[in-house]
């Protein structure tokens, strides 16, 4: 009988340990901006102004490929504006719609709020580069606004 009680005791302990990992691991996702271009960590001192923000690069060679071929890393470098806060949500990325706070996805590590049920759904079922296009790509005109300074 204490065999079994230590065995329950280790598997919990585990799963409390591996959701300790994984919930720290979604803060670093959704906290660290990378290049749009290398996708690397960013150097605060290679920035260049985009949409009204700040976009972050990790040296000048990516500041030169973005230049060359903006809409090629638009979703990405959208994605970096709103993983730095310089943007905030006004509506569904993919309607255009009023927000319902109850329907929200973490999309590629940050929390993406939706209309109604069925747009999150759509979403999810989609792969990790299709959801990026679908909300930092075509739905960020729609979705987010770029912060005043």
């Not at 691991?25 to 290679?46: E, F, H, N, R, Y």
């Not at 030169?64 to 806060?85: C, D, I, P, R, W």
């Not at 069925?118 to 979403?123: D, E, G, L, S, Y």
């Amino acid at each position: 009988m204490r065999t079994i009680i230590g065995i329950c005791a280790l598997i919990g302990m585990f799963f409390v340990l591996a959701g300790t990992v994984f919930s720290a691991q979604d803060k670093t996702a959704a906290s660290a901006p990378l290049c749009p271009v290398m996708g690397g960590p960013i150097d605060k001192g290679m920035s260049i102004d985009y949409r009204g923000g700040k976009l972050y690069f990790c040296c000048k060679g990516c500041i030169s490929k973005f230049k060359a071929n903006e809409a090629k890393y638009a979703a990405l470098a959208n994605l970096q504006l709103v993983a730095t806060g310089q943007t905030r949500q006004v509506a569904c990325p993919l309607t255009g719609g009023k927000l319902d706070p109850q329907q929200v996805l973490k999309v590629s590590g940050i929390k993406v709020a939706f209309c109604c049920g069925a747009c999150p759904i759509k979403v999810a079922k989609a792969g990790a580069a299709e959801q990026l296009q679908m909300i930092f790509g075509k739905g960020f005109e729609k979705g987010f606004v770029v912060k005043k300074k």
